[in-house]
C-alpha cells in the first residue's frame, strides 16, 4: 500500500462528487446520456485519475502514460469530466456535451485526444486493452493499460476471448475493473450483484481477481496495490457499486439508465444531494503523476522493400503472397506485427511468425473477435498490425471492425479463402460477403489483387496509408502477371488487355481476372476485342478510368466477381460510373453455394469466362 | 446407469472402428477433408447414435428426435458415417463427399435432412443447442440436445455467451461433449490437454463437468448417464483424445489436419491398421432407439390479425410499431417467440415480453451472438423467433447471420436505430451498414418500413415468409401515411406522389421517406413535380416498378437513405435497374457521422429534404 493513500482518500472522495456533479450537470445540459452509468464509477476515475495511473495530463499520447479504456462507453461524461478535472480542457466545455460542434460525443471517440479507441459498442475495450498491453512490451515501454468494464457488458462473449488471451500473455500491466452496478439497460444484468459467480469465472479464467465496494475509496486504492503488485497475470477488480450513487432517488433504481435528470427542479434536487456529500480535506487536492521516461520517441521511418521476388508465369496464391509480404515488412519495420487466428498455415502468415519472431506475432488462437481488438489497441499505440484469418470469419468480428472504422485506427486485415474458388470445403468456408461488409465502412481501404506481385506491394502500401484497411486474398495459385518493378497505387487500376476496337470492358478482380482473360483470348479467336482491367483497389476507386474505359468500349461496363452480387465489385463500379450516365453489368454469385471443386464452381455459379464469353456476345 | 451399457461396448467399439473406416475412405477418395478429427471423436459418436440418443433413424426430422449437434462442423465425415451406420443412406453414397452432384458436403448444411444447422465456422453449435433446448420446453417435448463441440473452438466468445445462457435457462435437457484432442489447426489448441483448465472455466460457468477419456466407450456411456440424471443445469463432457486416434502415423500429430491420407499406399497402411482393432462382439450392433412419442405433431395455421390500430397522421416510431406487431402475432401463433439483448424498453419487444409472457420471450442479455444463435436452434425445430436489437449490434453476429442463410432458417431479425436519425448517441449505436451486411445474403429479406401500419403489415409477412428476413426501423416517431387496411407484399414497393410531370423518382425508405415527401412539398411550391417512392421492401426489390417509374420521370431516379453509401438502397436500386440501362443518383451517409441532435445530422450528411431538392434541380 502507497503511504500517500489514506490521506489522500478525503481528497478523492470531493473529486469523485465532482465528477458526479459535472456528469449530472453535462448530461442535464444535453437532455439525453447516462449519468446514472457515470455515478456508480466516480470513486474508481476519481482513484484512477488522481491517484493510481501516471500520465502526462497535457499530453495525452505521450507514449509513456498509462493508458485508461472506458469499455461501457455510454460512461463518457465521466471520462469527460476526468480530464477537465486534471485540467487538459476546461470544465464549461463539459455543457456542450453531445452537441454537434463539440467533441464530447454521446460515446468517446478517438476524436478526442484522450481517447484511443471508440467504445459504446459494449465488450470491446478488454481486447484493445490486451492490444495495449501487448504493445507496452514491443515498444518497452512500462505503462500500465486500465479497462473499465460494465458489469452488463461482461455477458458478451468477446470479454470472454480478451480474458483468455490476457492470460495466455500473462498481461500483468493490464487491470481491469468491472463497475458492478447490477442493473443494465432494460433490468438486472445476468448476475447483479453475485459477486462470487463473477469472481469464480474470472479467477477460472486465470486472472487475479479482488472483490470490493466499488464506492470505498480506500478499497479501490488497495485493490490497484495490490493489482500493481500481482505478477505473471492480469488483474480484474470486481467492484460492487450502485448505478444512480449519490443522489438518493434514482439510487439502485431500475427505470433510470440513459436518462438524464430533468433540467430544473429535478436537476436542482438531484445537484443539492450531491453538494452536500463534499467532505472536509486533509491534503490539498492531488495532481495525476507524470510517467517515468522510458519509451523511444524514435519515430521509424517506412520500410522499402527490394522489388517482389517473383518471376512472370510463376503460379503463386495470393495469400502465400501475402504471408511473405508481411514477414518482409516486419523484418524491415518493427512496426510491424500480425496477428493470427490459428490458420495461420492457411493464410501464410506463419512466414511472419517463422522470420520475424514470436515476440510481434500473436496467435489469437480462434477468437477473431479479440484478434481484431487486440489490433485496435497495438494499432492505438503506434504498432502496424496485420491481423489475418480467412475472410469470412473476419464476419465474426464485423462489430469490432465498425469500431476500428469508427475510430480510424491503423489496422491492416487481410481475409483469405476468398469466394467460390476455395472448392470442396463448401459455403461456411466461403467468404462471399466480405467486401460488401469492407466496402461499407466509408473510411476502409478495400483492396483484392489477383497475383503474387501486386499483393506483395498492395500490403506495403496499406501498411503506410493511415486508417483501416483490408486486403481480400483467395487460395488458388494464380499466375503472376506483373513485372517486379511495376508500381501499383491504392486508387488505381490496371488495364490489361486494350484496343480501339473493344466491345466491351470486363472488370474482373482476383481470380475473375484470370477468367476475363480466358474470355479474352475465347473472344479474339472469334474477331471480338474486349477491355480488360484488374480492379485490385475497389475502395477507394478509379472512377475516372473506369468511365474512361467505358466510352472507349461502346459504353459497356461488365463486372465478375467472386463475392455474391450485393456489395461488391459490381456495386462498387456502378457506383463509380453513375455520374457518367453509365450502367453496369454484374456478373456474381447469387444463390448459396455449395461443395465442389473450384472450376466447377466457378463455372457453375456464372462467374467463369464461359460466362463472361456470353455476357459480352448478349 | 444403463443394464445394457457394459454389454454394449464391444458392439459400440466397432462401430466407432467402423465410422473410423468410413472417414479415411470418403476424404481420401474426396482428396480432401478432415479425417483425423474425426477419428478422435469415434467413441463419442458411436455412444451417441448407438446408445445415448433416442431417435427415429428414417425419420430425422420427428419432432421428438433428440438433437446432434456437430459444432465442430470439419468432422462431417464422421456425421455422414453415422446416418450411413444407422441406415439412412447407403454407405456407399460416402464416397462422393464434397462432389458438386452430392449433398454430403464437406461441412454440414441442412441440404442434408438430418442437419438442423449449418456448421463449419467454429464455435456456433452451442448457441443453436440451447435454442433447440428451449424448443423442448416451448412444445413441450422429452427430446435431449446434444452437441459436440471441438477444444480449439473453445475460444471463440459466443461459445461462452451460450455456456452462460444454458446455464441461466436450467437446461438440463442440454450437453455439451468436447472432443478434446489438442491440435488445432495449424498447432496446439490454447489449452491442449489441460483438462483441469478447462474443467475449471465450465464449473465456473455453472455446468455440470464430467471429465473422461473419449476413446474409453464405458465412460463415454457413463458420463452420458450422468449428464441425464443431472437436473437444473446443463452439462459438458470434457473427453480428452487424440486426434486421428486409430492410425498410429498420425496420432496427436501436428501437421494432419485438414489432411487426407494418399490414395494407394497410405490410405492402404491407415485402412489396415484400422481393421485389426475390431474385437469380438458380445451381443448384435445395437440400433438406435426411437424416442417416445409426446410433442404435438398438429401445424399452425398463420395467425391472421386484426388491422392494424393507428389513425393517419398518427405519430409512432417503427421500432415502437414493431414491438406491437410482435406482440400481436405471439398472442395469435405460439410458434412465435422473441430474444432481446437487453434493449428490450428500446425496440420495443418488451411489449412481446408483456402481453405473450416470460416463456417465450428469452432475455439473452448483451450477447448478440448466442442470441442470432439460439434463435437459429428455435427455428430448425419450428419455431419463428424474432431477435432484435440495435440493428448496428447485429453486426456483432454477422457471422452467425451468414450462418443462417446458409442454414435456410426461418429467423425473423429486427434492428432498431438506423441510422444518423438517432441522434446524440453518436456513431457507435447508428447503424449504417447493416443494409450492406443483409442483402449482401441472397436469401436473407430485407424490409425497411416507413411507418407504423406498413411495419405492423411487413412484421406478419416476414413471420410467415419461408427463410431468414431483417427489419430495419428507426428511432425517431414518423407519421402513419397507410391506413389500415392498405397492404405490403414483399418485393413490392409503394408510390407515394405521381404526375404526368414528374421530372425525377426520389426513392426514399424509413425516414428518408418523409425527406422525400418534404422535398416534393418544397418542389411542388416551385412548380416542379417528382414521383415519390416508399422502398419498403429493399431484397427483393421491385425491378420492373423502378424501371417504370424512372421511364416515366426522365430517366432520373434519385435515392436517399440513412446508411452508408456502400451496399445500400442506392446500390439496391441501381442493381435492379442496371439491365434496364438506368442510372441512380445516391443521396447517402459518406463520413463517419458525429453527434448532434437527428435532424441536423440528417441534413449534415446529406440526406435532408434540402438534399433532394438540390439533386432534383441540379
Redesign the interface.
Known sequence: MRVQATSRVSALKNIATRLRIDCVKATSE????HPTSCMSAAEIVAALFFSEMRFDSRDPQNPDNDRFVLSK?HAAPILYAAWAEVGFFPREELLNL???D?DL???P?P?LPFVDV??????QGLAAGVGMALNARRIGAAYRTYVLTGD??I???????AA?LGE?YHLDSLCAIADVNAL????P??WQHEMD?LA??W????WHTIVIDGHDVQAVLDAFDEARSTKNRPTIVLARTIKGKGVSFVEGKNGWHGKPFKKGDEEQRALAELEKQFVAEDEPAPSPEPPPRRASRSEPQPAVLDPPGYKLGDMVATREAFGEAIAKLGQKDPRIVAL?G?????TFS?KFEQRVGDDRFY?S??????MIGMAMGLASRGAIPFPSTFA??L??A??FI??A??S?VNIKMAGSHAGVSI???????MA??DL??M?????ITVLYPCDAVSTERLVVQMAYRPGPAYIRTSRPKTPVIYGPDETFEIGSLKVLRQSTDDVATVVGAGITVFEALKAYDELKATGISIRVIDLYSV?PIDSVMLVHCARETRGRLITVEDH?????V???V??A???A??????LA????P????PE??VD?YGISAKSIVRAVRT
Not at 444535453?30 to 446520456?33: L, N, P, Q, T
Not at 479467477?203 to 486465470?206: D, L, N, T, V
Not at 450516365?581 to 454484374?586: A, D, K, P, Q, S
Not at 455449395?594 to 471443386?597: A, P, Q, T
Open positions: 444535453a437532455g439525453s446520456g462507453g453531445r452537441r454537434i463539440s460525443e454521446g460515446h471517440t476524436r471508440a467504445t459504446g459498442s459494449l465488450g452488463g457488458e455477458a458478451e462473449g468477446s470479454v470472454w476471448e483468455n495466455r443494465g439497460q432494460s433490468g444484468t445476468m459467480t469464480r469465472r479467477s477460472a479464467f486465470g493470427d490459428d490458420v495461420k498455415n492457411s506463419e496467435q488462437y480462434i477468437a477473431e473477435q479479440a469470412c470469419f464476419s465474426r464485423y462489430d465498425r469500431m472504422a469508427i480510424h472448392g470442396e470445403d463448401g459455403p461456411s468456408q462471399l460477403e460488401a461488409m466496402r461499407a465502412e466509408p473510411n475502395q455474391y452480387a450485393g456489395g461488391g459490381g456495386d462498387a456502378s457506383g460510373v453513375a455520374s450516365g453509365l450502367t453496369v453489368e454484374r454469385v447469387r444463390e448459396i455449395r461443395s465442389g471443386k466447377e464452381l457453375r
